[in-house]
């Protein structure tokens, strides 16, 4: 058997590979999947740690936040515990108030001393208890809980509601001293009054003048027109002064003439004519609440009318510059738009052209049809802009006729719906006249056609003739 001599080693051997160099091999491929078997058993190691780690810290964070839930639930319990009581009480006293209106006073009584047992400090059950004592008899002890809600209404809950302060005043009993207080409470609340809704502040004037304390309303009138000035504020300075001088009463403020005065002032002023609007929904809710006599309501609509009477002029002018310039910018449209259609339809009939086809004549039709409503539709936007100088000027007429005589709006009403009406014709008006010129204008061209143009019916029967001819050949 012959021997080899191995190139690379320089080995003599027999057979057919050199086993000096085999073996190396055999070695060196053992280390190289030992080395890859060692990194990824590193690698393995280290994804292992790096997924026990983040499930430790996702246990950590379920743990915390389950911590957290678990406080929040206990801080809700212990809410809850807390209101409990509250809100017994405060089903207690509607409770007891429901007993009060079926005139079981005796009942409404015992649930409104739960109530407060519950809660000392719910207005609701010392206003029932009070109102029950009373009708039993036992004065003393119903004044007790009379100066518990008067203190109630100073406190935060309750002094920055207007609402409060009239349903205490409207519920006190005819005490000057009750009274007293209450017109003292409401005057040092007032400033908290501001971001309240402003007929809340109406309701306490109303109860106050009902009352007959009116002193106390003139104060808190003056108070309200040093923080917005208003026409139902002044209406009610005038009720309050008539009322105070029927009685013959000093409120310390002077008398009706005074009121009349101020309120002369407050319309001469420069503003009054943009917020005239704001003025009729003075004068809407003044008829509408219905408290203030029909007297002041009179005078108050006079003074207005009259100055809307000074007014009138400049409004009418306003409204007649404003549709200038929007007749100006319509006229430029109309005329721009004018032209445009002419000459398109002068295009569209250049002696070249000729219908030869059915298309080509309902195609012709369909275009002049709606240049025409183009061209009508700009001239109807003209018509438009003087319905609506009408109807603004109709508009203005009719809300301030109410100024002089509550039922002289619906006139002005039907006259601002009959000028919508024509609003609404005009366009209507101009598509029938647009049909009109159409058809007239087809008639006659149909009459009047050049040489070199004719009817698509013509040339359908041509056609029909030819090919009934070339049947019969």
Sequence with gaps: MSRSTCWSCGTTYTGWTCPICTEREETERR????????KWQREENDRLLAEQERLAEEAAESAQEAA??????????????ARAPFLQANALAHRAYELLQAHLVADALHHARQALNLDRGHLL????????????????????????????LSTSTFASSPSAHSGVIDWLPD???LL????????????????????????????????????????????????????????????????????????????????LADLDRYLAEPDRRQQRAQLLTALRTLSERQFVSKDTLREVRRRVATRYREWHPEI??????????????????????????????????????????????VLSAIIEFVLLMWLAAAASGFRERRANHQRAVALENAQ???????????????????????????????????????????????????????????????????STQRRQL
């Design 31 to 38: 280390a190289r999947e030992l080395r890859r078997h060692e």
């Design 68 to 81: 957290w839930r678990m406080e929040e639930a206990v801080e809700e319990q212990r809410e809850a515990i």
């Design 125 to 152: 059950a010392h206003k029932v208890a009070g109102s029950s004592l009373t009708s039993l008899g036992a004065h003393h002890e119903a004044r007790r809980h009379y100066k518990a809600v008067l203190a109630l």
């Design 175 to 177: 005490d000057p001293d």
């Design 180 to 259: 007293e207080r209450a017109d003292t409470i409401v005057m040092t609340n007032a400033p908290k009054w501001t971001g309240t809704v402003r007929s809340q502040c109406f309701d306490v004037l109303d109860m106050l003048i009902e009352r007959h304390r009116h002193a106390a309303a003139f104060r808190l009138v003056d108070f309200l027109l040093q923080q917005a000035p208003d026409l139902l504020l002044h209406s009610y300075r005038i009720e309050i002064a008539e009322r105070a001088s029927a009685k013959s009463e000093d409120t310390e403020k002077g008398t009706k003439d005074a009121a």
């Design 316 to 361: 009418v002018a306003t409204i007649a510059e404003e549709n200038a310039v929007t007749g100006f910018n319509l006229g430029l449209a109309l005329l721009a738009n004018g032209w445009m259609a002419i000459y398109l339809i002068a295009l569209w009939h250049r002696p070249r052209w000729s219908w030869n086809t059915t298309e080509e004549f």
């Design 400 to 466: 301030w006729e109410w100024t002089r005589s509550e039922h002289a709006i619906a006139s002005g009403e039907l006259a601002i719906e009959g000028s919508d009406a024509g609003r609404r014709s005009h366009l209507g008006r101009a598509v029938l006249l647009t049909i009109i010129v159409v058809a007239s204008a087809f008639v006659v061209a149909r009459q009047n056609l050049p040489s070199g143009m004719h009817m698509p019916g013509s040339s359908l029967a041509c056609d029909m003739s030819s």
